[in-house]
């Protein structure tokens, strides 16, 4: 018989807050997508939802505290460590993401190949006027990725082989911007990060209220997530002047 490699267990974290109508939406795009043994958590951000039929691999939690999705989002990570899983694939994203048809198979053979520990896939962000894909091919460093970076926290997936990392790895508390602090401090952690360019993901930034949709902030941002990872001001300068000087070259490209 071929060999048939063991599928990597998937736990999904997601902060909600919105309409019952998107989190149904966005529950019956996962559930096509999730393994028998996958688990996701999504944390209701100060609200509360009814008459949603919720499957058994779903487990939702109301998190009633400091709002943001970053705080959001660490109440899940505490629920994950409460569970005391080990190896296992560490997934986030957002309640408005919509994963492309067998992409939770394509993780399983990327993970499978040299045992990565984080992998980031392509995502096409969707505007309400425009599309744009985004996608990068090989392994960064960390020192590569403070260079340059950009997409979406959701399709990256980190390897947790020891449940305890995840008292470490955390979202910033700031409202904004807190899945970049999560991100490069895993890539911090585990040196570097693998990129492949197959897209798992349709990223939707319609939300007038999210980073994405207002530009102009995204600086400040970039600057805070850069001093919150521990960088000093000399190399907290020197990585945003690069930063502002390629999305400028974006921007006239």
Known sequence: ????????????????????????????????EMDENDIWVIVLDNQEFQNINIDKRIKILNYIGMPGAGNTRNYGLDYILKLNLNNFLLWPIDSDDQLIQNSRSLIDQKFQKRKYNM?????????????????????????????????PCGSTIIRISDNNLLKFLRFSTRKRANDQLFFL?????????????????????????????????????????????????????????????????????
Do not use: H
Request: with cysteine; aromatic share 18%.
């Open 1 to 32: 018989m071929p060999y048939i490699p063991r599928k990597e267990k998937v736990v999904f974290l997601t902060a909600f807050k919105g309409k019952n109508s998107l989190l149904k939406k966005s529950i019956d795009n996962l559930l096509m």
């Open 119 to 151: 992998i980031s896939f392509g995502c096409v962000q969707i505007y309400k006027r425009k599309k744009k894909e985004y996608s990068y091919e090989g392994e960064k460093s960390f020192r590569d990725l403070l260079k340059r970076y950009s997409t």
């Open 185 to 253: 401090s895993a890539a911090r952690y585990f040196q570097s990060c693998m990129f492949f360019k197959n897209i798992v993901l349709l990223n939707y930034c319609q939300n007038s209220n999210s980073l994405s949709a207002k530009k102009w902030k995204q600086p400040f941002y970039k600057f805070l997530v850069l001093r919150d990872i521990g960088l000093n001001y000399f190399e907290t300068l020197y990585f945003f002047s690069r930063y502002l000087i390629i999305s400028f070259l974006k921007v006239i490209g």
